[in-house]
């Protein structure tokens, strides 16, 4: 089992910037697994932000957000960061942390979500 806590999210302004975390816990180490973040808005899917593999820290980021959010990880903390720039209204969306096995395609394990709305 892995629990994942979202923290840092909010109200912003256009062009702002926001880094959200997301701590996770429940395993001695995360180096078998891969960190995702995904944002859902109201009335649209669930979009795929980007990922993390803990192991090496090689990240994979959407075309949509590339260039202004970024993705890194603290393996002490066992913490992984979004690192949102240059925030644009229709990035409002409640942003979820979600965890999955090298090993397999589906998150198994996600964050509660946190909200970050962003204001014209």
């Known amino acids: 089992q892995v629990q994942l806590v979202e923290s840092g999210g909010g109200l912003v302004q256009a062009g702002g910037s926001l880094r959200l975390s997301c701590a996770a816990s429940?395993?001695?180490?995360?180096?078998?697994?891969?960190m995702g973040w995904f944002r859902q808005a109201p009335g649209k899917e669930r979009e795929f932000i980007g990922h993390?593999?803990?192991?090496?820290?090689?990240?994979n980021i959407a075309d949509s957000v590339k260039g202004r959010f970024t993705i890194s990880r603290d393996n002490a903390q066992k913490t992984v960061y979004l690192q949102m720039n240059n925030l644009k209204p229709e990035d409002t969306a409640v942003y979820y942390c979600a965890a999955r096995s090298l090993l397999v395609r589906d998150y198994a394990y996600w964050g509660q979500g946190i909200q970050v709305t962003v204001s014209s």
């Open positions: 429940g395993r001695t180490t995360l180096n078998t697994f891969v």
């Open positions: 993390i593999i803990w192991s090496g820290g090689r990240t």
